[in-house]
């Protein structure tokens, strides 16, 4: 494109480099049929992240057949009831935005969408779970 009078202005073949992925969350522990091999199955799905930075937790809206309890905590003992960030969660078929700034557990009957979650601030760590009356996640 050097011929035209501003083709200098266009790379067609820009040197890239890969962008630097900031870890947002830590997984802590996980429990599922998987985990469970050689001991009693238990109908539960668990899991349990630190939150460390903002981002969106990667489920579209959806359902499920059965009970999904979410939780975020504190991870200061010493002030367990502020988060130490801000999620915002959309719940119901309309998506009714609830925003999360203090420790809270959201009780899910079954059938009942939710999701996003949108991790829109984190002052300091805190943690994240949730806990599925089902063998699996799905």
């Known amino acids: 494109m050097a011929d ?5 202005y266009v790379l067609t073949q820009p ?4 962008m630097e992925k900031k870890l947002t ?9 998987d985990h469970m091999v050689g ?3 238990f109908d539960t799905n668990f899991n349990f992240v630190a939150v460390i930075g903002p981002h969106v937790l990667a489920d579209p809206p959806h359902k499920h057949d059965c009970d999904e309890i979410l939780f975020f905590m504190s991870a200061d003992p010493d002030d367990p009831t502020y988060l130490g960030g801000e999620v915002e969660v959309a719940l119901g078929d309309e998506w009714e935005k609830q925003v999360i700034t203090t420790s809270a557990v959201i009780c899910l009957p ?3 969408a939710h999701c996003p979650i949108y991790v829109r601030k984190v002052d300091r760590p805190f943690y994240f779970g949730h806990l599925l009356m089902a ?3 799905g």
Not at 4 to 8: A, I, M, Q, R, T
Not at 25 to 33: E, H, I, N
């Open 4 to 8: 035209k009078k501003y083709g200098n």
């Open 15 to 18: 040197r890239m480099k890969e």
């Open 25 to 33: 969350f830590k997984p802590t522990f996980g429990l599922s049929q």
């Open 39 to 41: 001991i009693k199955q």
């Open 110 to 112: 079954a059938g009942v």
């Open 135 to 137: 063998g699996s996640y």
